[in-house]
C-alpha cells in the first residue's frame, strides 16, 4: 500500500494549485483519503477528505469554499483542488487513506510522503 502527494511549489497569495495523492497496492474505491497539512512547529491537521466508493467530500471550515477535493478511481488519483491561497495555507501537505470519512489524523494510516505548499509574495 502506498501512497504519494505531489505537485506542490511556491505560489503567490490569490494563486492556485492542485495538488495529486497517487495510490497502490489498494483499490482506491474502497476507502477514505483525507488531506492533512503539517506547518512547521504544529500538529498535523485535516483540510478534508473523500469517500471514493459514494464520491461524497467533507472540508474543514478553514477551506471550506477555496479547495475542493475529488478523486479519480480508475487512475488511483485523489486531488486537492486549491484556490485563493493564503500565506496561512503554507505547510507540507498530506494524504492519507481511512474507512471512513474525519478530520482527525490518528485515523488515517498509511500516510504518503508529503509536498510542500509555500504562498509568499
Known amino acids: 500500500v502506498q501512497l504519494q502527494a505531489s505537485g506542490g511549489g511556491l505560489v503567490q497569495p490569490g494563486e492556485s494549485l492542485r495538488l495529486s495523492c497517487t495510490t497502490s497496492?489498494?483499490?482506491?474505491?474502497?476507502?477514505?483519503i483525507g488531506w492533512f497539512r503539517q506547518a512547521p512547529g504544529k500538529e498535523r491537521k485535516g483540510i478534508g477528505c473523500?469517500?471514493?466508493?459514494?464520491?461524497?467530500?467533507s472540508l474543514s471550515d478553514t477551506v471550506k469554499g477555496r479547495f475542493t477535493i475529488s478523486g479519480d478511481n480508475a487512475q488511483n488519483t485523489v486531488y486537492l483542488q486549491m484556490n485563493s491561497l493564503r500565506s496561512e495555507d503554507t505547510a507540507v501537505y498530506y494524504c492519507g487513506r481511512a474507512n471512513f470519512c474525519s478530520h482527525y489524523a490518528p485515523d488515517f494510516g498509511p500516510w504518503g510522503q508529503g509536498t510542500l505548499v509555500t504562498v509568499s509574495s
Open positions: 497496492g489498494f483499490t482506491l474505491g474502497y476507502y477514505v
Open positions: 473523500i469517500n471514493n466508493r459514494s464520491g461524497k467530500t
